[in-house]
């Protein structure tokens, strides 16, 4: 059984930098991408960044390009989602995704194993 366990939120002030990281556990993932996506309140849970467990192949949304940097480190079975310049609008819950194959990385309806998640909060 896949566990993805997600840390590193926080509060932040407009223009800083911080770093999420998701462990995954209960598999190797080969063959897996895994994906960062992140819900405001009232607002759709939405696409932020996906990055292919071998390769590292990665695909970001429009809104985090150039200011966010997904990595993985295979033998920490860990995933990152480095992000710097961050603003308010990038307030939301992260939750940290996997699902098997390396394509469609950005639609959430293919991701079948979810963490809980973790707040950030950037203040003006």
């Known amino acids: 059984q896949v566990q993805l366990v997600e840390s590193g939120g926080g509060l932040v002030q407009a223009g800083g930098s911080l770093r999420l990281s998701c462990v995954a556990s209960g598999r190797t993932f080969s063959g897996y991408t895994m994906g960062w996506f992140r819900q405001a309140p009232g607002k759709e849970r939405e696409f932020v960044a996906a990055?292919?467990?071998?390769?590292?192949?990665?695909s970001y949304a429009a809104s985090v390009k150039g200011r966010f940097t997904i990595s993985r480190d295979g033998p920490k079975n860990t995933v990152y989602l480095q992000m710097n310049s961050l603003k308010p609008e990038d307030t939301a819950v992260y939750y940290c995704a996997a699902k098997w194959g390396i394509r469609t990385m950005a639609l959430r309806n293919e991701y079948d194993n979810w963490g809980q998640g973790t707040q950030l909060t950037v203040s003006t």
């Open positions: 990055i292919t467990w071998t390769g590292g192949s990665t």
